[in-house]
């Protein structure tokens, strides 16, 4: 069996390239984790305090335009997808404390791993 591919032309409004079809714009993976520290108000030599993890609302920016909001979990962790571009992250834990610096991401073309860093206020 032979399968025939037939091509036809319908004047000068036939579009230049037919096989072209419209595409939507790609986007890619974001990983992250938000966290807070220091968790220890002194920490001594052999004294392991590790970052606390943040539950809030993050938002990605570009521009001053809301782009997309995601939350991280209980454990910080947050998962979504963004189109290429470089883009301002905030946290909004919704507290006076943890506070959580505005974060620039830059997504090019693969997915991307980000670790927002919190101020516990501890000093």
Known sequence: MT???????CGDDAP?????????????TVTGVVEA???CPVERPGQVCPPA????????????DLVARTASDATGRFTLEL???TYTVG???GQVLPT???TELVVTDR???????CDTGIR
Do not use: H, K
């Open 91 to 93: 946290v909004d834990t």
């Open 3 to 9: 399968a025939a591919v037939v091509a036809a032309s």
């Open 16 to 28: 230049s390239n037919p096989t072209s079809t419209p595409t939507s714009t790609p986007t890619f």
């Open 83 to 85: 189109p290429a571009g």
């Open 37 to 39: 520290s220091p968790t």
């Open 111 to 117: 997915a991307v791993e980000l670790r927002v860093e």
């Open 53 to 64: 993890p943040v539950q809030g609302t993050i938002s990605f920016t570009r521009q001053q």
């Open 100 to 102: 959580c610096p505005p």
